[in-house]
């Protein structure tokens, strides 16, 4: 999508430390990371969140949950991580292409919000 930040890395006009990529998904480290390891996993095809989850097809869904566990195991986050997708202004989403934060590398705070 025109003007999407995200679409904009995926395509390579912004460069982005990337971590993993198939045809379906792209995976990069976050600008401004919240943690030891915070890389962000997005659909290729343009989504605005979780909440327009309908519009992917169940193996675009999935590919982004596999990729996620993939680069959780290649990073050796043994100890866990947490995954975070933020949906909409009162979650704080900043950039609405959807995106699973993986955070790890720390103990997380026990509350989530
Ligand atoms: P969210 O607030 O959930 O929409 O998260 C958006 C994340 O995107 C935020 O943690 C910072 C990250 N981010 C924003 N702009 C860029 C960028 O140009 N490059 C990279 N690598 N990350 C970005």
């Known amino acids: 999508m025109e003007n999407c ?6 395509n390579g006009d912004i460069p982005s430390d990337k971590v993993y990529e198939d045809d379906r998904v792209f995976a990069f ?19 605005a969140s979780v909440a327009e989850i309908d519009k992917l097809e ?24 947490r995954v975070i997708s933020n949906c909409g202004p009162d979650a ?9 934060h993986i955070l790890g590398g720390r103990q997380m705070a026990d509350k989530m919000a």
């Open 92 to 100: 704080c989403q900043s950039v609405p292409h959807l995106h699973f």
């Open 29 to 47: 480290r976050d600008i401004n990371p919240q943690a030891p390891f915070h890389v962000l996993v997005v659909p290729k095809k343009h989504v």
């Open 58 to 81: 169940d193996s675009e869904v999935a590919a982004c949950l596999r990729a996620v566990a993939k680069i959780a195991a290649d990073a050796s986050l043994s100890g866990g991580f």
């Open 5 to 10: 930040l995200f679409c904009k890395i995926v």
